[in-house]
């Protein structure tokens, strides 16, 4: 079975919860599992580059029999091998062909060209979506709240303001129904401008801040969406958010809400820690559904 050598069409960022392709390719792995790739697929992947959003739960579906998705990894392949989670390379690099890989236990029954229906857990997939479009908005907030702690010209984010999140950010986790994002606050930050010293006496002020920005935006009902110019598991995506004062964009692989009116409330709340030698924030975002 040759590997394949165009990307996985992917449905999710649409915000699809099933889809309907046809096996292209069965990788045995060496735990046992199978890596079942398909033409075209709803199922959002984790990335190991940047494991923000975790994968969906659900199934495949051929004729009467379901083959429950026990996870599900960006893979990559040049043609000659397929690392499944473990690619040498970004994803959407150039002569790579990039795929959802759906992590099965027992493959039997599957073959190429086998037709499958794709489905998604929607609990799941909706908490993560709020989650995922509740950290965007809470990193704009942030780097609002923080601007003017900064003495120095930094490159902006989509709002004007200073892109602290883009500049200190460690890790992001996306959790159904919130966020945690990681920050680091170094000798470099400091060099760049940022007055580290004033974060602590001044977090409440920040939080607040924050705060009301989140509540004025949920408050609008704006338009959420995924802008693409291409199918493909490796092309480039970006979040769009109607704001209002414009719509702002964020490059993102996850999925997301269609407006902020499915939102009840986000909060966010800042924790701050010496960490060798840094200052450490955690982002700590909670999406309330409406
Ligand atoms: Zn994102």
Redo the contacts with the bound molecule.
């Keep these: 079975m040759s590997l394949p050598s165009i990307d996985t069409a992917v449905t999710y960022p649409d915000g699809d919860l099933t889809s309907t392709g046809v096996v292209v390719h069965l990788e045995p792995l060496a735990d046992g599992r199978t890596a079942v790739l398909l033409d075209r697929t709803a199922f959002h992947p984790v990335d190991p580059v940047w494991p923000?959003?975790p994968a969906d739960g659900g199934e495949l579906v051929s004729g009467d029999r379901s083959y429950p998705v026990v996870d599900a990894v960006v893979g990559a392949t040049d043609g000659s091998v397929l690392h499944v989670g473990d690619a040498p390379v970004r994803t959407g690099t150039e002569g790579w062909a990039f795929v959802v890989c759906h992590l099965v236990d027992d493959a039997t029954g599957l073959a190429e060209g086998t037709p499958v229906a794709v489905r998604v857990g929607a609990a799941r997939r909706e908490a993560l979506s709020a989650g995922?479009t509740a950290?965007?908005l809470a990193s704009l907030a942030l780097n609002e709240a923080l601007a003017d702690l900064w003495t120095k010209e930094i490159s902006v984010d989509g709002r004007g303001n200073p892109n602290f999140d883009q500049l200190a950010i460690v890790s992001s986790r996306i959790l159904e129904g919130g966020s945690v994002d990681e920050y680091r606050i170094g000798k470099s930050l400091r060099k760049k401008g940022f007055a580290a010293a004033e974060l602590a006496p001044r977090l409440d002020e920040v939080t607040a801040r924050a705060s009301e920005l989140l509540a004025g935006w949920v408050a609008t009902g704006g338009a959420v969406s995924i802008v693409r110019e291409a199918s493909g598991l490796g092309d480039r995506r970006r979040?769009r958010a109607e704001l209002p004062e414009g719509a702002v964009e964020?490059p993102?692989?996850?999925t997301h809400l269609h407006s902020l009116g499915e939102l009840a409330r986000v909060t966010v709340r800042l924790d701050l820690a010496e960490a060798e030698g840094a200052l450490g924030l955690t982002m700590h975002t909670t999406a309330e559904p409406a």
């Design positions: 923000d959003q995922h950290c965007h979040w964020i993102c692989g996850g």
